[in-house]
């Protein structure tokens, strides 16, 4: 079975830095993506960043210049890095997977527990 571990959230200092880490465990045939999602409180779950497998990278606008995403294949592990905090940027950070379990008929997509992150002075 399939279980991702995040781990790297709490409280932090707007103008701070933090850094997620998730780690996919179970059998894999193949990731094809891995990313961040967040929902903060009454609003929405949103994308926040993605990286493939071949290091393509997309972020959300409000991140971009400040979040860097990164993904070690051979632990199919991603991290998130996180700098200048703003408060806007307290929410709950999911984990997300897309691969290839089971087999090759078609991939899903897997999330972590989540992860609280605080912004705040």
């Known amino acids: 079975q399939v279980e991702l571990v995040e781990s790297g959230g709490g409280l932090v200092q707007p103008g701070g830095s933090l850094r997620l880490s998730c780690v996919a465990s179970?059998?894999?045939?193949?990731?094809?993506?891995m990313g961040w999602y967040r929902q903060a409180p009454g609003k929405e779950r949103e994308l926040v960043a993605t990286v493939t497998a071949g290091h393509n990278v997309n972020y959300a606008d409000s991140v971009k210049s400040r979040f860097t995403i990164s993904r070690d294949n051979a632990k199919n592990t991603v991290y998130l890095q996180m700098n200048s905090l703003k408060a806007a940027d307290t929410a709950v950070y999911y984990c997300?997977?897309?691969?290839?379990?089971?087999?090759?008929?078609?991939?899903?997509?897997?999330w972590g527990q989540g992860t609280q992150v605080t912004v705040s002075s």
């Open positions: 179970g059998t894999f045939l193949h990731i094809v993506a």
């Open positions: 997300n997977v897309r691969g290839y379990s089971g087999s090759y008929y078609q991939w899903e997509d897997y």
